[in-house]
Nanobody, 120 residues
Framework: QVQLVESGGGLVQAGGSLRLSCAAS????????MAWFRQAPGKAREFVVA????????DYGTSVKGRFTISRDNARNTVYMQMNSLKPEDTAVYYC?????????????WGQGTQVTVSS
């Protein structure tokens, strides 16, 4: 079973950038398709972006397309998400997720989350 730890969150002004990292342990991250989700206060969890095991396929949520970029370094067992042109509505707890099967938006393994706050 894989364990996931997110980092890189923080406070940033609107228009700024952050890079989130998701470090995997316990299993080789290349066994997993990976994704980022987010949840703002009082709102449902929202899919942000996913990446296939090899990194060759990505799937972006509509609200972040063109601003966020997911990547993975399987040698480092780490997945990244570069977030540019941040908006106040991007404020949320961001979660890393992993799964071994299929290609959908359901994931079995989750990290604890990292807070991202974008000020206006």
């Amino acid at each position: 079973q894989v364990q996931l730890v997110e980092s890189g969150g923080g406070l940033v002004q609107a228009g700024g950038s952050l890079r989130l990292s998701c470090a995997a342990s316990g299993r080789t991250v290349s066994d997993y398709r990976m994704a980022w989700f987010r949840q703002a206060p009082g709102k449902a969890r929202e899919f942000v972006v996913a990446i296939s095991r090899s990194g060759g396929i990505t799937d972006y949520g509509t609200s972040v397309k063109g601003r966020f970029t997911i990547s993975r370094d399987n040698a480092r067992n780490t997945v990244y998400m570069q977030m540019n042109s941040l908006k106040p509505e991007d404020t949320a707890v961001y979660y890393c997720a992993a799964d071994t099967t299929g290609w959908d938006r359901k994931y079995a393994y989750w990290g604890q989350g990292t807070q991202v706050t974008v000020s206006s």
